[in-house]
């Protein structure tokens, strides 16, 4: 059967000399960030109208450049569910909600706001269905590391190992009693780190998904949406918009 693992997290490592030093490169409420090579594509909140309708816009970062333009939502598709984005659609319920994730040989594992989850192949054909939850909850975000997907569950304070091919939970770190995490909502992974970006406490933790050890990697003063690593640069989303750590 399925093995569950609860692990206590280290004592905290803090780089508050870091976080100091960041940079800001956008100012406003930024809905969701993608690396690309060499820069970020972005999609943020432009306007708010009058009968309260969101207006959404895109732009793209080249760092090697330093160049900053406005780009299409085809666009932000394109960097999310890459090059089949167009044929994606009937199979994605909204492109900033549905969460998505590259597999191995052009699949593509999609995790939408209901727990329901698809893997789709290179042609757009769905070849599996299941569920990805934990007590009940939908994941806030996902990342693939070579055969698992990690799942972070804001509400139950847990980041969770599921099998890619059966979506059988198979690892849990936190959601217990002693746990570091609060509102985890965003994962970049770059084994064998993991980075794990937790609104609540406004922390970035830094966890080890071979040994599963994990320490505190920044802490800011506001909340921390997301994290991600492009162009040799860290940046970060906060609620007061994208930074450059």
């Known amino acids: ?24 490169i ?21 306007e708010v109208t009058r009968d309260g309708k969101t207006v959404v816009a895109y732009r793209h970062i080249n760092f090697e450049n330093g160049r900053t333009t406005t780009v299409t939502k085809k666009i932000f598709q394109l960097a ?47 070849v599996w269905t299941g569920r990805l939850c934990y007590k009940q909850e939908a994941p806030s975000a996902i990342a693939v590391d070579g055969t698992a997907v990690w799942a972070a569950f804001r509400g ?3 980041i969770v190992r599921f099998n890619i091919s059966t979506a059988r939970e198979e690892l849990r770190i936190g959601g217990g009693g002693e746990n570091n995490f609060n509102a985890p909502c965003g994962l970049f992974i770059k084994s064998p780190s993991m980075w794990v970006s937790n609104e609540g406490s406004h922390k970035i933790w830094l966890v080890n998904v071979k040994t599963y050890e994990a320490d505190e990697y920044m802490n800011f003063e506001e909340p921390v949406y997301s994290y991600m690593q492009t162009a040799g640069l860290e940046l970060a989303v906060l609620k007061s918009g994208l930074y450059v750590l």
Do not use: W
């Not at 569950?4 to 800001?24: D, E």
């Not at 890459?82 to 191995?104: F, I, M, R």
């Open 156 to 158: 139950s304070n847990a």
């Open 1 to 24: 059967g399925r093995k569950i693992f609860c692990f206590k997290l280290k004592q905290p490592i803090k780089y508050y000399n870091r976080v100091k030093n960041m940079k800001s």
């Open 80 to 126: 999310k569910f890459g090059p089949n984005y167009q044929s994606l659609e009937k199979n994605v319920a909204h492109h900033l909600s549905t969460q998505a994730a590259a597999l191995e040989g052009g699949l593509i594992f999609l995790s939408e706001r209901d727990g329901s989850a698809k893997i789709i192949n290179s042609e757009s054909d769905v």
């Open 26 to 46: 956008f100012e406003g409420e930024v809905l969701e960030a993608l690396a690309v090579p060499g820069g970020l594509v972005f999609a943020y909140i432009s």
